[in-house]
């Protein structure tokens, strides 16, 4: 019997993937869960094994091209009787799939989400906080921040949203909390999920959690991604203050700056006469 494997779905807001690398030819023997081929997302690159055993016939698709999700990749001959596939269409089993930190794609997203957000008004508030008193009792201005946020957003749902094309917008219950993350490959977005129901040391420990599979290149592709709200941060960067840019579709985003200095305007002075 002949298998058709398409691209499967990668997770919510994926809709295609570039062909990186092939890990068989045609003509070779596979088993269940052996390697097939390395894709590239706008999140992670994945590598998708095989759902049959069987000999691999033609790839439909050459390395380095991008196809939508649905696309048949290869097709696989195999004496399984689950892999009938009715009319010669393709399955749409979605094996489990190991993820790589991103190799190809990663800069171009970034680039292409800018030029995205630049068509987008931004409107800057600046507020100074004193977090010491969050240091001393052991939570770090990141997490205050988080925390904060998420109260918020639960105050003022209108920015818990997600801009349509059509103009309208999209209101969220829950809280998908985004945190944009730094890494080897550049900047991804691990998303923790119902932010919300979490309180603040399970909120620290979820932040703490996703955002070193990130790091790592652990974080699938669905956990990078589906945020309705997303903070930014430059880290250990020396810097007063930073402007973030809402990614689409959210409508917000909330950019935050930690520093161990306050920061005070030099008093006025007297002017020089010419």
Same mark, same amino acid.
């Given at each position: 019997m002949r298998h058709r494997f398409a691209l499967p779905d990668l997770g919510e807001g994926i809709a295609e993937g570039e062909v990186v690398e092939w890990l068989v030819r045609p003509g070779q023997t596979v #088993?269940?869960?052996?390697?097939?081929?390395?894709?590239? &997302?706008?999140?992670?690159?994945?590598? $998708?094994? *095989?759902?049959v055993a069987g000999e691999v016939g033609d790839l439909c698709v050459a390395a380095g091209e991008v196809v939508p999700v649905g696309t048949v990749l290869l097709e696989i001959a195999t004496d399984e009787p689950a892999a009938a596939i009715a009319d010669g269409g393709a399955s749409d089993d979605a094996p489990a799939v190991? &993820? %790589?930190?991103? %190799? %190809?794609?990663?800069?171009?997203?970034?680039? %292409?989400?800018? &030029?995205?957000a630049a068509a987008v008004p931004v409107v800057t508030n600046v507020d100074a906080a004193d977090f010491e008193a969050v240091k001393s009792a052991g939570? *770090?201005?990141?997490?205050?921040?988080a925390r904060a946020v998420v109260m918020a957003l639960g105050e003022h749902p209108?920015?818990?949203?997600? #801009?349509?094309p059509d /103009?309208?917008?999209?209101?969220?219950? #829950?809280?998908?909390? /985004? $945190?944009a993350t730094q890494t080897a490959s550049g900047l991804v977005v691990p998303?923790?999920?119902?932010?919300?129901?979490?309180?603040t040391a399970e909120? /620290?420990?979820?932040l703490a959690e996703s955002t070193t599979r990130a790091r790592e290149g652990r974080a699938a592709p669905d956990e990078l991604c589906g945020s309705t709200f997303t903070i930014t941060s430059p880290g250990r960067s020396s810097t007063t203050g930073t402007w973030s840019s809402a990614s689409s579709p959210t409508c917000r985003s909330r950019s935050t700056t930690a520093r161990s200095t306050v920061w005070r305007p030099r008093p006025s002075s007297p002017a020089r006469s010419s």
């Open positions: #088993a269940a869960d052996d390697p097939l081929v390395e894709v590239a &997302t706008d999140k992670v690159n994945v590598v $998708i094994p *095989s759902p190991a &993820t %790589r930190a991103p %190799r %190809r794609t990663g800069r171009e997203t970034i680039a %292409r989400r800018l &030029t995205e939570v *770090s201005p990141l997490v205050a921040v209108a920015l818990n949203a997600w #801009a349509l /103009g309208g917008r999209r209101e969220h219950d #829950a809280v998908h909390l /985004g $945190i998303v923790v999920r119902d932010a919300d129901r979490l309180g909120l /620290g420990h979820a």
